[in-house]
């Protein structure tokens, strides 16, 4: 593994974060910088954590916590897109990208217990 870019976790959340910030500008105008705009920064709080993550991944306990604040983030990009899919899309209902995240959320937290039980800090 080369670069956060391999993992699949941060793969996944780039292509949902650019997902919901389409989302998001489709959204009433005045919700564009209300619930939009914490939508976009959650969406994007879980790749960046990870990609930070990355970079400590020297420190075990460091990586992990990172890794841990990208599972809040996409607990809380959950909770806003539930929020947005009431409010506005019950004709359409994005359940599709709630579920994607729910996914990732997952393998974000498989990803946590891999690295607290397998990963080796030593050179």
């Known amino acids: 593994m080369g670069s956060y870019k391999d993992l699949e976790i941060y793969q996944l959340s780039f292509k949902l974060a650019?997902?919901?910030h389409h989302l998001t500008m489709t959204?009433?105008?005045h919700e564009l910088y209300?619930?939009?705009s914490q939508l976009r920064r959650s969406a994007q709080s879980i790749k960046d954590n990870i990609a930070e993550g990355f970079g400590r991944r020297r420190y075990k306990a460091e990586?992990?916590?990172f890794l841990i604040f990208a599972h809040a983030s996409c607990d809380e990009?959950?909770?806003q897109l539930?929020?947005?899919n009431i409010l506005y899309f019950i004709d359409n209902p994005i359940n599709e990208i709630i579920a994607e995240y729910n996914m990732l959320g997952s393998k974000i937290n498989r990803f946590i217990q891999y690295?607290?039980?397998n990963w080796n800090t030593n050179p």
């Open 82 to 84: 539930e929020m947005i």
């Open 77 to 79: 990009a959950i909770s």
């Open 18 to 20: 650019v997902k919901v």
């Open 27 to 29: 959204l009433p105008k």
């Open 34 to 36: 209300e619930q939009g």
């Open 115 to 117: 690295v607290e039980n």
């Open 63 to 65: 990586y992990i916590r």
